[in-house]
């Protein structure tokens, strides 16, 4: 029987010498170590054959197992025993030995999930292997199952069917340092994979919305721009017209200062049958065509030009009437809810000044859709005849005369 021995402190292993105890530290990483009284032993157990090294360590196998009977082979020049002492096995025979009961507990086959192993009995694995795989892999799932088996292949009971205690519930498997390490970093690509998807998601939705309002930024810009673009034509169709007029009111003119010439130098007037310029093609074209009704814009020229002329004398009083005009229609256009906007008393002094002494005025807000109300003391725009396109007309007839020098000249 060995003499004095050394006793590893974190696993109670049992070794011969300080070379075993060097070799023992190089695989379990253990640095504890004291010397200790205990014999180191070789005691085979004659059930399952696992070696236990000392009187306490067989005796704990006993409890766990329930075997109790051990062959003695400390003097035999045997195979050495693994220094390599699974940390498991040690607290479970720890556990066991705590345990109040010394009776055998009855070994049965470990529970596993039944489609798991169907599913590697259908692969080609018997069903001992499968079982062991499953309940030495967690039953967690059927690539930990292959994947034991493949690294157990060569084990001398991979073949047997596994045994557990009948009272013992299945432990998790546990998990060395390095996979608890690759364990956290795949929960963290994982993660890191979910957040970048949700991010691109986020990315795609905010692309859709901003296209979407790009598009309704252009349209509504396209719609203004060919609005403007009508309103500059007719703005340079009633201009013409307006040069057309004063350039005929001037030739008229002409016409009349030569016949006085004419008179004052005693001479005959001018036989207008010798005239030799014939009637413009225009007017013949014109003439041919029935004669069309006056539309509301020619109303609103014609009111203006009226009051225009009526006040010729007072070219600044005309202007504020005009531009008092066209705020008065610019703010109910911009504004067609609020009824103060809509609604002009008529006694007002600052609107008697600048459109209600001046004929013409007030019957022109009337064109644009203003009606006299209480009795006459208010111009009234009712929402429901606030009509946009007689309004823009309106205001187009306004800038026309405000910025055309030959406006009202006839």
């Known amino acids: 029987m060995a003499g004095v021995s050394l006793k590893c402190g974190d696993c109670g292993t049992l070794l011969r010498s300080v070379e075993e105890a060097q070799e023992h530290a190089e695989l379990t990483k253990h640095s504890n170590f004291s010397e200790s009284t205990e014999a180191v032993l070789n005691l085979i157990c004659t059930s399952c054959g696992k070696p236990c090294r000392s009187k306490t360590e067989s005796e704990l196998h006993t409890k766990r197992t329930g075997h109790t009977e051990f062959t003695d082979r400390t003097l035999e020049a045997v195979k050495p025993i693994s220094l390599e002492v699974q940390k498991g096995d040690v607290e479970m025979e720890e556990a066991d030995g705590a345990s109040s009961s010394s009776q055998p507990e009855e070994m049965v086959v470990p529970e596993v999930d039944q489609k798991l192993l169907e599913e590697l009995e259908g692969m080609g694995f018997p069903k001992a292997k499968a079982t062991r795989a499953l309940h030495f892999s967690g039953n ?156 509301k814009a020619d109303q609103m020229r014609d009111c203006l030009r009226s009051l225009k002329q009526n006040h010729k004398d007072d070219e600044a009083k005309v202007k504020t009437a005009f531009n008092t005009l066209l705020t008065y229609l610019k703010n109910a256009a911009t504004n067609p809810n609020e009824e103060k906007f809509r609604k002009i008393r008529l006694t007002n002094a600052t609107f008697q000044a600048r459109v209600g002494a001046l004929k013409g005025g007030i019957e022109f807000l009337e064109l644009c859709g203003f009606e006299k109300i209480e009795g006459g003391e208010f111009l009234f725009l009712p929402r429901d005849k606030v009509d946009m396109a007689i309004l823009s007309s309106a205001g187009t007839e306004l800038n026309n005369a405000i910025n055309n020098p030959f406006f009202g000249v006839l």
């Open 140 to 295: 967690v799932s059927l690539e930990a199952a292959v994947n034991w088996a493949v690294e157990h292949d060569d084990d001398a009971d991979v073949e047997e069917m596994p045994k557990v205690p009948v009272n013992r519930k299945p432990e998790a498997p546990s998990l060395t340092p390095e996979e608890v390490k690759i364990k956290a970093q795949e929960l963290r690509e994982r993660a890191r994979k979910k957040k970048e998807e949700e991010e691109k998601r986020m990315e795609r939705e905010r692309e859709k919305e901003r296209i979407r309002v790009s598009k309704e930024l252009l349209e509504a810009k396209r719609i203004e721009e060919e609005n403007e673009r009508k309103r500059m034509v007719a703005f340079r169709k009633a201009e013409k017209e307006e040069e057309r007029r004063a350039r005929e009111k001037i030739r008229q003119k002409l016409e009349e200062d030569k016949a006085e010439r004419r008179r004052k130098l005693g001479l005959p007037p001018e036989d207008p049958d010798s005239s030799k310029p014939p009637p413009p093609v225009v007017e013949e074209k014109k003439s041919s065509l029935p004669v069309r009704p006056a539309t």
